[in-house]
């Protein structure tokens, strides 16, 4: 949820139309990217204090789908919902 609201700040205009491809292009590879680009790394990396970590699972998406359906679906599985749409709901409340 850190992530998500970082969104806002880098991509002001982002809004619940915004699609994966979207949200990678403007904020997560800005915010992967270090000096010299060398020392660049996935976002998840940097979010683990520069150690890479294997991942537990598997998530699935499409460029095209909207963002927020994206996390709305990784969430729910970590809640251990049925479905996305309530937290999908309650994401777009900010």
């Known amino acids: 949820l850190h992530f998500w ?4 700040e880098k991509m ?3 809004d619940e139309s915004a699609t994966t491809h979207d949200v990678v ?4 590879i800005p915010m992967s990217k270090a000096e010299p680009p060398e020392a660049s ?6 979010l683990a204090g520069g150690n890479y970590r294997p991942p537990d699972v598997m998530v699935t998406h499409n460029w095209g789908n909207k963002f927020s359906h994206l996390l709305a679906a990784i969430l729910s599985e970590a809640l251990a ?8 709901r309650l994401l777009a409340q900010k």
């Open 5 to 8: 609201e970082k969104i806002a």
């Open 12 to 14: 002001p205009h982002f």
């Open 25 to 28: 292009r403007q904020v997560v």
């Open 41 to 46: 790394c996935a976002y998840a990396t940097m």
């Open 81 to 88: 919902h049925r479905t996305y749409e309530t937290t999908a």
